[in-house]
């Protein structure tokens, strides 16, 4: 099942980011009336296709594969190597026969739509669920090997500063565009001392590989509902209980709980727990309220064959979320845009000074597949959010000069802008098979490097 959900997924992305991409040339190509032959939705490699339909003088279709997909422009050179038009003369509906500022356009379309789709998402998600944010006074969680576990971070720790920058939220510690930062501080209050640590040069890399930021506010170990008739309730555990040890073994976060518990089915756990003995009548109850002023109990407890006593989780992270109007959500959005695509262009400069390791942070379609799994699985906003990230990077990697790429194809039109006449067609074509060989070559690299480092 998690299989096919993973496919399932991928196809839906892909589906999404390749129809506007290959919108933004289609849209362009007939404003500047140009005859476009094709609009297909994935490849259909060896005319393999799921559904065609022709409209007027463009065939729409859905191929078989779908990994990418393209817009078929008369009178171009591109990925099919189609040179039928070769030997006739230019005609006014052709891509050949505009003007290069035109041609320009239609090249650079499908990254704009890419562009314009993540901003429409960043904004959408603004516009509805508003800002949230979490005050940094909440300590931190760290993941055992993490990159900020290795920075010297721990668990119970508080984030002070960033850069030097006075930090007031937890969205503001694990900004994507600060990560993306050369030199990287955090000034960390640790046991009462403010101490700062330096973050590696990898970073983004090592998170990559973690798949994780290794870092969160920590969520304390507080009981909410206890099921009657399971372990816990059996063993005495309330509601409102601060789980506190396990084993003697001291916890502060619940995932702590739940890894130990999920592993000891079977097995007998003492379980330390405080609560308070009567119920509080004014503000929220936290866990240092319970630790101040509550009664500590010790039990045993065992889980049952699947690993589970019984408890679900009360939260009591505070969390602010601020509704904004139409402007300020666009204003929003488009910072986040912004931001993205900051940290996709700095990302990519690690990788090519090779400050970031390629093999551990770039991913094929394996990779992006179990992405867009992963972030499906938190909802269709974190789903959508993966979509507009991926978007970007989309258009960045169009945009590189690389033949056969639209940043390719974008420098071999200026160039004809420049000299005002064309590039012979037998270079072109070499040029355009260069590039396909390259865009091979890479794939076939993306794919090995996700079978290794699955």
């Known amino acids: 099942?998690?299989?096919?959900?993973?496919?399932?997924?991928?196809?839906?992305?892909?589906?999404?980011?390749?129809?506007?991409?290959?919108?933004?040339?289609?849209?362009?190509?007939?404003?500047?009336?140009?005859?476009?032959?094709?609009?297909?939705?994935?490849?259909?490699?060896?005319?393999?296709?799921?559904?065609?339909?022709?409209?007027?003088?463009?065939?729409?279709?859905?191929?078989?594969?779908?990994?990418?997909?393209?817009?078929?422009?008369?009178?171009?050179?591109?990925?099919?190597?189609?040179?039928?038009?070769?030997?006739?003369?230019?005609?006014?509906?052709?891509?050949?026969?505009?003007?290069?500022?035109?041609?320009?356009?239609?090249?650079?379309?499908?990254?704009?739509?890419?562009?314009?789709?993540?901003?429409?998402?960043?904004?959408?998600?603004?516009?509805?669920?508003?800002?949230?944010?979490?005050?940094?006074?909440?300590?931190?969680?760290?993941?055992?090997?993490?990159?900020?576990?290795?920075?010297?971070?721990?668990?119970?720790?508080?984030?002070?500063?960033?850069?030097?920058?006075?930090?007031?939220?937890?969205?503001?510690?694990?900004?994507?565009?600060?990560?993306?930062?050369?030199?990287?501080?955090?000034?960390?209050?640790?046991?009462?001392?403010?101490?700062?640590?330096?973050?590696?040069?990898?970073?983004?890399?090592?998170?990559?590989?973690?798949?994780?930021?290794g870092i969160r506010p920590v969520m304390p170990p507080i009981v909410d509902q206890v099921l009657a008739g399971e372990p816990a309730s059996k063993a005495g555990i309330k509601s409102g209980a601060l789980i506190t040890a396990i084993d003697g073994r001291p916890v502060v976060d619940w995932t702590e709980v739940v890894g130990i518990i999920s592993k000891s089915a079977g097995r007998k756990l003492t379980v330390t727990w405080m609560h308070l003995p009567s119920p509080v009548t004014e503000g929220a109850v936290t866990a240092d309220l319970i630790r101040n002023q509550g009664q500590s109990v010790t039990t045993e407890v065992v889980p049952n064959?699947?690993?589970?006593?019984?408890?679900?989780?009360?939260?009591?992270?505070?969390?602010?979320?601020?509704?904004?109007?139409?402007?300020?959500?666009?204003?929003?959005?488009?910072?986040q845009t912004w931001k993205t695509t900051s940290m996709t262009v700095k990302g990519f400069a690690k990788l090519f000074s090779g400050q970031e390791d390629v093999g551990k942070s770039v991913g094929g379609p394996i990779k992006i597949a179990k992405m867009a799994n992963q972030s499906a699985e938190q909802g269709p906003v974190s789903f959508l959010y993966f979509v507009a990230v991926l978007s970007i990077s989309l258009a960045f990697i169009n945009i590189l000069p690389i033949p056969a790429l639209d940043g390719g194809q974008f420098v071999l039109n200026a160039i004809e802008g420049i000299m005002g006449r064309e590039i012979p067609l037998e270079i072109k074509m070499r040029i355009q098979q260069v590039g396909m060989a390259i865009l091979l070559t890479i794939f076939a690299f993306f794919m090995i490097n996700d079978i290794i480092n699955k």
């Open 1 to 213: 099942m998690e299989l096919l959900n993973t496919i399932f997924y991928f196809i839906i992305a892909i589906f999404i980011l390749v129809t506007a991409h290959e919108f933004g040339h289609f849209i362009t190509a007939r404003i500047f009336g140009m005859r476009v032959d094709r609009f297909f939705i994935g490849f259909d490699f060896f005319g393999i296709r799921l559904w065609q339909k022709k409209i007027g003088d463009t065939e729409y279709g859905i191929g078989a594969f779908p990994v990418g997909g393209y817009v078929k422009i008369a009178g171009m050179v591109d990925e099919s190597l189609d040179t039928n038009f070769s030997n006739t003369p230019a005609q006014p509906w052709e891509f050949r026969a505009k003007p290069a500022w035109q041609r320009l356009v239609v090249l650079a379309g499908g990254v704009g739509m890419n562009m314009l789709l993540a901003a429409a998402v960043f904004i959408g998600i603004t516009a509805i669920f508003g800002e949230s944010r979490t005050p940094i006074a909440t300590p931190a969680f760290v993941e055992q090997g993490s990159v900020f576990s290795s920075m010297g971070v721990r668990t119970g720790d508080r984030l002070v500063a960033i850069n030097g920058h006075k930090l007031a939220y937890w969205e503001e510690a694990v900004d994507p565009e600060q990560l993306s930062a050369n030199g990287l501080q955090y000034t960390v209050e640790h046991d009462g001392q403010l101490v700062t640590v330096n973050a590696p040069a990898n970073i983004l890399t090592r998170i990559n590989e973690e798949q994780s930021f």
């Open 305 to 335: 064959k699947t690993g589970k006593i019984g408890i679900s989780l009360k939260q009591t992270i505070t969390t602010e979320r601020r509704k904004l109007g139409p402007a300020e959500s666009v204003s929003s959005g488009l910072k």
